[in-house]
């Protein structure tokens, strides 16, 4: 697993380097088409093409710069030719940053009816309106060109926790396949990260990640964690995975997790990360603290005037609105209950990563982050 | 139904003195404990202590400067104690500026099971817990005085649009019982407006209006607006009766309308407004533009590059939000469809109503609207 490796050239719609090191820990720079973003960095779901009840500037102001849209979503609607004649994903959403897209493969595997894979692909019902689609690597790619996005993820085969052994292989040696045909298939002016799967095996992602650093990827991302394996097998899998995997590429740990996951990640010398933790979480009533999550539909907070947390600088924190008052929105389900939850968790995920940015830069990140978890994971939290 | 008939002398928890006439429309400055308002006025409705989907700095950018608070639903949930405890509805929403409160009747009567009216009150069931509740004249005083509005209505009994003539006599005549129990227990912090009732009858809302102005309310509203009478019988009997209230008071049309109805109503003498109409329609994705209402879910928007008007100055037109985009929003539930929307709305009702102050200052109120209500009122819109 060395950069040395890499028999192909790789294109640079993207460029990468990093910058400093503490332990395993990078702090990076990955330009992009949309702007230059420091690393590590954190990505708001923006499913729909919409981080759900934001604006691009709230979105902007919890000091995100990247969002990750959905490529399943918006192709059954509005369709990516209406995104593409809409000036592609910023235009249509407004968005000025830098915008990543995931394959649509689980989706397209979890939502739909009647999913099946085959060579060729993510053969399924829409569960929208019914109508057959087949999602092939060549089609995730005319879709993710279509949408503009600046980084497009190839499409992969997610193995669940439950899988067999044997399963995990397969799963593996199709993604291989597909990224491939993925990268044959790409728009060029579109970065590609590939996605490094085989389960819990060591051996099987060892395996995987060096096939896959053997293609022009513009950076490899760990797909399949956070799909029901225990905290700890995680873990110990990214401490021996991450920090032999290209270290010239960035790498992305998708769909996790709780700011204890990503602090634990970045130790690793993971980059790059997507969660709907802080939006969905926020939908049902929690916040995050630094000092635990807080259940806002608790009737001890009925009459309390504190804001969610005294030392925050998020909107919903400074503009004084109470405990009671959230909770009174949060029961009263109302729009403003969402927007002002999932503004401060966004702001609160905006700050651990700055803050790890910032302990990287120190060359102390180790010595922080060992701190941080370690409060984290008191037993109240 | 002259100022001078007044017998007692009122309190000023408001003051209101008209600064310029054109026709009947007048121009007036309201003082309130919480700021000077400019007249004729429109108040967003914010049901729950949240106009739905907006922060408070945004209702206060579409020009607004008084919202309009709901007595029985924040009675029900958090309960108008929880609401003192935190200063009141100024505190808990974070509203800056005035706010009034309705009586909570029409809500005690139409949502709750097993509602009842008797002498004393509503007797009902509360639609959240089931539990039996009486809202008096005085126990409305009571949540009202707790919650802090600068302006109280009256208690009232709102016919419906297929009310007999017997009905109508009967509820005109316990409001204005109500009103003189309303008037005999009410916070003497707190402007108290009285509420006209009497239907469709000329008859019976004029000697309504003569009872109520002699007694010593801040402020007359027109109540049993809207219910379901052919809009002609409404403006007929606006231009009848609304010239003839007390000059010297604030008079308000509750729960009206269109921009054409406040429009019209204006011409007729009338200061204040509420409407759910910009709210409401705004999360069922009807816009209002200059030239008619918009349905965002209709395909011909699909790919429509468009802000939902040009000259529009609110945020949604101003960052460029397309109608396809806009759309989009809408079909996937989207809350930021709701927020888009309700912005739009808001400022449009926000620009009518200003300029309506502008067109009286400047004494050419008729003619302005005469030429406005004409254009809202061509077919397509």
Known sequence: MDSSANLIERDSRTSFRVLARSGNARLGELVTRHGVLQTPLFMPVGTQATVKALTPDEVENTGARMVIMNTYHLWLRPGPEVVHKLGGLHGFSRWPHAIATDSGGFQAFSLASLGKI???GFAFQSHLDGSKRLLSPEESMRIQGLLGSDIAMQLDVCANANSSYEELVLAMERTTRWAERCLASRDRQQA??????????????SRHAAELERLPFDGLALGGFSVGEPQDVMELLLERLVPRIDEAR???????????NIVHAIAQGVDMFDCVMPTRNARNGQAFTDSGRLVIKQSRFKDDPRPIEDTCDCPTCVLGFSRAYLRHLYM???ILSHRLLTLHNLHHYGRVIKRAREEIARGRFDTWASEQLALWRQPNL
């Not at 996605?195 to 095996?201: A, D, H, L």
């Not at 960035?250 to 700011?259: A, K, Q």
């Open 118 to 120: 085959t060579e060729d």
């Open 192 to 205: 590609l990260f590939g996605i490094i799967q085989g389960g819990t095996s060591w051996e099987l992602r």
């Open 250 to 260: 960035p790498r992305y740990l998708m769909g996790v997790g709780t700011p204890a």
């Open 332 to 334: 009263s389900r109302e």
